[in-house]
């Protein structure tokens, strides 16, 4: 089992950033796929972006141009910054790892108007 640690939620005014973290507890993070899922209330936790263990991005259509995924290996840490917040980007934001279907205990971020 991968313990997965996020912070850098918090609450920010529209237009602004936030950046989130997330701490992986063992080396395999380096060798796989990561991902960053969001869960607003009363909604389905949905894919914000992922990235493989070679650096390939994707990203829902609703972050394009906004959010950038990145990963520090040798660190064992994932990355969500994210631009030009919206009230629609509130949520819990949670990493996960897909190898042994592994999550945080997510992050509030709170985008207010």
């Known amino acids: 089992q991968v313990q997965l640690v996020e912070s850098g939620g918090g609450l920010v005014q529209a237009g602004g950033s936030l950046r989130l973290s997330c701490a992986a507890s063992?080396?395999?993070?380096?060798?796989?796929?990561m991902d960053w899922y969001r869960q607003a209330p009363g909604k389905q936790r949905e894919l914000v972006a992922r990235i493989t263990a070679g650096g390939s991005t994707n990203y829902a259509d609703s972050v394009k141009g906004r959010f950038t995924i990145s990963r520090d290996n040798a660190k064992k840490t994932a990355y969500l910054q994210m631009n030009s917040l919206k009230p629609a980007d509130t949520a819990v934001y949670y990493c996960?790892?897909?190898?042994?279907?592994?999550w945080g205990q997510g992050t509030q971020v709170t985008v207010s108007s």
């Open positions: 996960h790892l897909p190898f042994g279907n592994n």
């Open positions: 063992r080396s395999i993070f380096s060798i796989n796929t």
